[in-house]
């Protein structure tokens, strides 16, 4: 039986349809070839690296140049109720950075990612914001 082949969508290049050639994947192999895929993500890798140059010079910092706490230190708050930390929120002119140790108790839900979907909702109701 003859072996099949694909092109692959990035370079082109038809090769011989296996996994030594193409990435396997949950629906199949994937469409670029593992040539292709390690030079995107090299170029990625060294795009990444670029960027990081370009931060500013305190590490840590955000873009006003106020200092991040560290983890510690979040962990040592204690929480807050979410209709007061919305209430805090609106009582805002600007908010850029929040660091806050939400009690979401009111949300019903064992997920955790559910939970969070629920404070980014309170927070878009509340200030019109949208996470991208």
């Not at 396997?24 to 993500?41: A, E, I, M, P, Y």
């Not at 873009?63 to 962990?75: C, H, R, S």
């Not at 108790?105 to 019109?128: F, H, N, P, T, Y």
Request: one cysteine or more; a negative charge; hydrophobic letters at 35%.
């Amino acid at each position: 039986m003859a072996p099949d082949y694909h092109r692959c969508n990035s370079c082109k290049n038809e090769k011989i349809l296996n996994a030594s050639k193409f990435k396997v994947h949950l629906d199949g192999l994937l469409k670029t070839c593992l040539q292709c895929l390690s030079k995107r993500k090299n170029t990625y890798a060294s795009k990444k690296n670029l960027d990081k140059e370009n931060l500013p010079d305190e590490e840590g910092s955000d873009d006003d140049g106020t200092k991040i706490d560290d983890a510690l230190e979040f962990v040592n708050m204690s929480p807050v109720n979410l209709d007061a930390f919305l209430d805090n929120l609106s009582a805002c002119d600007s908010v850029r950075s929040v660091v806050a140790r939400v009690d979401v108790a009111r949300i019903q839900s064992s997920d955790m990612r559910e939970m969070a979907d629920g404070v980014a909702k309170a927070v878009w109701d509340c200030l019109k914001y949208r996470f991208m």
